[in-house]
């Protein structure tokens, strides 16, 4: 089945530095969702992406769908504590939009003061 | 609007024993998943439902696992009998698209201790 891979697994930041986290797929992707999960929390949807190329931003939150649609990032500027959690993407699986979701590993962003 | 509901949040039990989870989805809502998610991973869907049909059970073990969805609306996923490796999170999501296309809201999750 479908599988993203999601790097760094792990990172540490002071607050106020750039956090980047990156999704790869082997196959092209329909679209590509991205999740926030903070500690002892669920998954809360943050966005999709769907367009070949596209760039999102969500206030300090920058989100890219790669121009092939493999591959996926999001960039936090200038983070904050409140940035900490852990954040998934998550790409359908058949590259197509009917197939179920697969989640990436996500990466844990741990920001201290 | 209410979100997802889930129940219990936390449930201890011994291998071998039984336990079920109960969800309640967005309303409107057609779609619901059942997730596992085991710490450190991400969540890995089990089940698909689309009304009370079921889309996707491909990934649910289905010797031990079983999940209804009876009137479109609820949905139970149940263990029996529980192995050490079923300790984790259990997530259940709603959805009013089918597929990976729509936002998917989750619950706060049910946490299963098996000793």
């Known amino acids: 089945g479908q599988q993203v891979m999601q790097i760094p697994q792990y990172q540490h930041v002071q607050e106020g530095e750039d956090f980047t986290t990156y999704c790869n797929s082997s196959?092209?992707?329909?679209?590509i969702q991205w999740y926030k999960q903070r500690p002892g929390g669920h998954p809360v949807f943050l966005i999709q992406?769907?367009?070949?190329?596209e760039v999102k931003k969500q206030k300090r939150l920058t989100f890219q769908f790669g121009e092939a649609k493999k591959n996926s990032s999001l960039h936090i500027t200038a983070t904050q504590t409140t940035d900490v959690g852990t954040y998934f993407c998550?790409?359908?699986?058949?590259?197509?939009?009917?197939?179920?979701?697969?989640f990436g590993r996500g990466t844990q962003l741990t920001v201290w003061p | 609007e209410a979100g997802v509901a889930q129940s219990p949040r936390y449930k201890i039990i011994e291998k071998r024993q039984s336990v079920a989870f109960w969800c309640n989805p967005i309303?409107?809502?057609?779609?619901l998943y059942w997730y596992q998610q085991i710490l450190g991973q991400g969540p890995k869907l089990l089940i698909q439902?689309?009304?009370?049909?079921?889309?996707?059970d491909s990934q649910l073990p289905k010797d031990r696992f079983s999940a209804e969805r009876l009137k479109g609306v609820d949905s139970t996923l149940k263990i029996q009998p529980a192995k050490l490796e079923d300790s984790a999170v259990y997530l259940c999501?709603?959805?009013?698209?089918?597929?990976?296309?729509?936002?998917?809201?989750f619950g706060p999750g049910t946490r299963l201790t098996v000793t």
């Open positions: 999501a709603s959805s009013s698209l089918q597929g990976s296309i729509g936002e998917q809201y």
């Open positions: 992406l769907v367009k070949s190329g």
């Open positions: 439902f689309q009304n009370n049909g079921v889309v996707d």
């Open positions: 196959t092209t992707l329909s679209n």
């Open positions: 998550a790409g359908p699986d058949r590259g197509s939009t009917l197939g179920r979701l697969y």
């Open positions: 309303s409107g809502h057609a779609t």
